[in-house]
């Protein structure tokens, strides 16, 4: 088991290796000159020459790719361009944020969305099967900042429940932290719900096509016994791995409902770290984004053989 | 009632709670549309910045709101007949945030901590060796006294000074900064104090209430009347447009600075919000490259900007709201003279036979403009309809702004639409544009004879002789082309009527003093 784990993330070295140097040399190919961004319109080149010596940007790009390279493996990913903060400490703190609103919302969506795709898929074609899936290809198919603004009008604005702006940490204060939560939260529950419902339906009705199953019926046993002990847990395999990328996908990248509901997150400072060209902050959180996939497909894939005994971690 | 429904009750019940609470109400929100850079005056920072941080700090001297400059922490200001000394005299009791009194050694130290290269101060060339305003000593001959000298004269020594993107050239007491002399949080002499800073999230600053306020009644930009007249100012960080109205309809956010045009209608019908309208010295322009094949020529120059019918053009992309103005100095100006409001004259058909003459067959001329300046995008979209019409093929290459910016400081572009920031001095708005192209590519109007008359309008800082300069500078500019000027920046804020003498104003930054919440 162990092994399992070192050699996974063995195996993830390079991939991680390979996103650092494209995440360096492509932000770099990107128009745009981040002393020039900061000083603005009016600066004389002179000092946006100052500050770009400053920011070490005028130093040879492989120099400067081997100065990041050896701060990062000593666990230094620089400070922010903008800001000066450091970057490891905005990433912790902004991944915090983003991790709760994301691991809820996921876990609610699963809880949900998996149980009502099995009951679509054994009433397949009934019309609460159709009912079903109607719902989860509107939700699916609704944007999350459409969706997210909607929520904001009806919650915030129309019935005035929850605050439209603003953030405070849970961990500081639960419930004034909770009604803040509570629309990202929501919008994005039912976003996942769209996603998860049909992965959950699909791979429920192809397992429970197959033979086995159709033998488990035939030597007489109960419809229970075969649901519970062989079309759930070989239906749930595959659902699993698309809860791992699902989580994977939106630990870092939920800067559009980050946005709406001013919620200081992963993904608004990966956006705002774009836009202002601030090359150690969009590199490393691309970085901790990709180390985040490894971490979280290594552990969904831990997961496996509880539900899919055929699968061995050796 | 379900869990859901329990939820809700009890959200709700909160949310009544939080809003009612009683240090809420002496609380003004105004919303920001992005976080700040720092709270270093003039050093890291854009214009969201420098709006926070002119709360906590002041300087010697400020803009008022017609764009002069007025004394603030300084009483009054002589200046010598040579042009060469200026003494600032300091307003009696000014205190500190942290209770010092201010004094002329506080001064003459921050001069100094802004004149060392260390800071990084914005400014410090302009007023280091070699700098228009080169500033040879600064001296306190008594406790309330600072003296500076200048190498020669400049008219735009205290313009300079006052300028909103140097920090004001704000005055700091030494706690503001660590032992080892870093900058730490801002303890100025200004009508708010810093409480706190969440990135991200929100600023909050606190009333001052040992502010030593000026004589004037009336707020006038950033000197006059400034007292602090809620208990606490919080700028919350809103990026979404959308989630900023909903907050303002809500009533979560008291002012949003900036709203969209099309949204002006809906705030001033709503019995709860109102909006004020403000015209900033920022200048919107379609840049054309003189050194490019085909705009090189002035005729084709002058044809586009005869083809341009820049009143049409603005009504329409500010709804009504703004007006054009083809001058580089602002309607707000002192110095718009009836010379300036001269301009453009749109003829379609002037503009055809000009092209006929230099000889334009339809070449594609690329204008480049960006998304995140909107209504400067909606002016490259009408400019391309309209050069349609006189038969120019202008060929829209929309850009993200950084690149933008990127391709205006190389110079490496035919056309586009730029926006400037706001400089509130015209000179400093017209040395921002003019140039060199072979020193500077990013300058735009590379004219010899026009540029010694700009050096005459910095020499001197007599009004009559400045603004003379002033129109013969405009008439050059209409006539030469060198680039077209559609408008000044407008800014609209819309805001909850129980604030009390908030405005709009032409620094396009919100203002918290002298502002009250009624019951």
């Known amino acids: 088991m162990l092994r399992f784990i070192l050699s996974r993330i063995g195996m993830a070295v390079p991939t991680v290796f390979l996103v650092a140097v494209v995440v360096f040399f492509l932000i770099r190919l990107v128009p745009g000159d981040p002393a020039a961004l900061l000083l603005g319109d009016m600066a004389s080149p002179e000092?946006?020459?100052?500050?770009?010596?400053?920011?070490?940007?005028?130093?040879?790009?492989?120099?400067?790719?081997?100065?990041?390279?050896?701060?990062?493996?000593?666990?230094?990913?620089?400070?922010?361009i903008t800001t000066k903060e450091q970057v490891a400490h905005l990433i912790i703190e902004r991944f915090k944020v983003s991790a709760g609103i994301v691991l809820v919302a996921v876990a609610l969506a699963s809880l949900v969305a998996v149980p009502a795709g099995f009951i679509a898929a054994l009433r397949q074609n009934s019309r609460l099967d159709f009912t079903l899936v109607s719902i989860a290809a509107l939700l699916l198919s609704i944007p999350t900042f459409w969706l997210g603004l909607v929520i904001l009008l009806i919650f915030g604005l129309k019935l005035g429940w929850l605050p439209v702006v603003g953030y405070v940490s849970v961990a500081e204060d639960p419930s004034r932290g909770l009604l803040y939560v509570l629309m990202p939260i929501l919008t994005l529950f039912l976003h996942e719900i769209g996603v998860l419902l049909r992965m959950a339906r699909a791979s429920a009705l192809e397992v429970l096509r197959l033979d086995y199953i159709t033998h488990a019926r035939a030597k007489g046993l109960p419809e229970r016994t075969v649901l519970w002990r062989h079309v759930f847990p070989n239906a749930f395999a595959p659902t699993l791995t698309l809860i791992g990328l699902v989580l994977g996908n939106m630990l870092g990248g939920i800067a559009v409902v980050e946005t709406v509901f001013t919620i200081p997150g992963l993904g608004r400072l990966l956006v705002d770290a774009i836009f202002g060209r601030d090359y150690p902050v969009i590199q490393g959180c691309l970085l901790f984004i990709a180390v985040i996939y490894v971490l979280v497909n290594l552990i969904v894939d831990l997961c496996y053989p509880l539900f899919d005994p055929r699968v061995k971690i050796t | 009632m379900n869990r859901r429904q329990r939820l809700a009750a009890s959200a709700a019940a909160l949310a009544l709670t939080l809003a009612c609470g009683p240090a809420a109400a002496e609380t003004l929100k105004i919303a920001l549309n992005a976080d700040i850079r720092s709270l270093d005056p003039g050093v890291n920072r854009d214009a969201n910045s420098d709006a926070v941080v002119l709360h906590i700090v002041e300087g010697l001297v400020a803009y008022s709101e017609d764009a002069s400059v007025k004394p603030l922490l300084a009483k009054e200001v002589a200046v010598s007949d040579d042009d060469l000394t200026y003494t600032f005299k300091l307003r009696d009791g000014v205190k500190f945030h942290n209770g010092n009194v201010l004094t002329s050694a506080d001064v003459v130290w921050n001069w100094n901590r802004y004149m060392d290269e260390a800071t990084k101060w914005r400014c410090r060339n302009d007023f280091a060796a070699g700098g228009a305003a080169h500033v040879v000593s600064v001296t306190a001959p008594d406790d309330k006294t600072v003296v500076f000298k200048l190498e020669k004269p400049n008219a735009l020594f205290q313009a300079t000074l006052a300028r909103t993107d140097c920090g004001m050239t704000g005055i700091l007491d030494k706690s503001s900064f660590n032992a080892d002399g870093s900058f730490n949080?801002?303890?100025?002499?200004?009508?708010?104090?810093?409480?706190?800073?969440?990135?991200?999230?929100?600023?909050?600053?606190?009333?001052?209430?040992?502010?030593?306020?000026?004589?004037?009644?009336?707020?006038?930009?950033?000197?006059?009347?400034?007292?602090?007249?809620?208990?606490?100012?919080?700028?919350?960080?809103?990026?979404?447009?959308?989630?900023?109205?909903?907050?303002?309809?809500?009533?979560?956010?008291?002012?949003?600075?900036?709203?969209?045009?099309?949204?002006?209608?809906?705030?001033?019908?709503?019995?709860?919000?109102?909006?004020?309208?403000?015209?900033?010295?920022?200048?919107?322009?379609?840049?054309?490259?003189?050194?490019?094949?085909?705009?090189?020529?002035?005729?084709?120059?002058?044809?586009?900007?005869?083809?341009?019918?820049?009143?049409?053009?603005?009504?329409g992309i500010t709804l009504g709201l703004g007006k054009a103005n083809n001058s580089l100095i602002p309607p707000t100006s002192k110095y718009h003279s009836p010379a300036q409001t001269q301009g453009y004259s749109y003829d379609p058909e002037a503009a055809k036979a000009l092209l006929q003459e230099a000889g334009y067959n339809g070449q594609p001329i690329k204008l480049i403009a960006n998304t995140r300046y909107s209504n400067t995008y909606d002016a490259a979209i009408v400019a391309q309809a309209m050069l349609q019409q006189v038969g120019i093929t202008a060929e829209l290459e929309v850009l993200e702004w950084a690149a933008q910016l990127d391709r205006y400081q190389s110079g490496n572009y035919t056309a586009m639409v730029f926006p400037y920031s706001g400089r509130y001095d015209p000179a400093l708005t017209m040395d921002s544009v003019m140039g060199n192209k072979d020193k500077e590519p990013r300058k735009v109007w590379d004219d010899p004879d026009a540029q010694a008359m700009l050096a005459d309008a910095v020499r001197y800082s007599d009004p009559a002789k400045r603004q003379e300069l002033f129109d013969k500078l405009h008439a050059r500019f209409l006539e030469t082309v060198p680039f077209i000027m559609l408008y000044n920046g407008l800014e609209a804020s819309a805001y909850q009527k129980h604030v009390q003498n908030y405005a709009a104003s032409i620094f396009s930054m919100p203002r918290a003093w002298e502002v009250t919440i009624a019951e």
Request: charged share 25%; proline share 5%; net charge negative.
């Open chain 1, 47 to 80: 000092s946006v020459a100052a500050l770009r010596s400053d920011l070490g940007l005028d130093k040879n790009i492989l120099t400067q790719f081997a100065i990041w390279l050896t701060s990062v493996l000593q666990g230094d990913f620089g400070t922010s």
């Open chain 2, 185 to 315: 949080v801002p303890v100025g002499t200004g009508p708010f104090r810093y409480k706190e800073w969440r990135k991200g999230e929100f600023i909050d600053l606190e009333a001052f209430a040992d502010y030593a306020a000026r004589s004037e009644e009336k707020r006038d930009g950033y000197t006059g009347a400034k007292r602090p007249l809620v208990e606490a100012v919080r700028f919350a960080v809103i990026p979404d447009r959308s989630s900023a109205k909903a907050a303002l309809l809500n009533g979560d956010i008291d002012i949003v600075p900036d709203v969209p045009y099309a949204d002006v209608e809906e705030f001033k019908q709503n019995a709860d919000t109102a909006v004020s309208l403000a015209t900033n010295p920022g200048i919107v322009a379609l840049l054309l490259q003189t050194r490019d094949p085909l705009l090189k020529d002035m005729r084709i120059r002058k044809a586009i900007a005869m083809a341009l019918d820049t009143k049409t053009m603005v009504e």
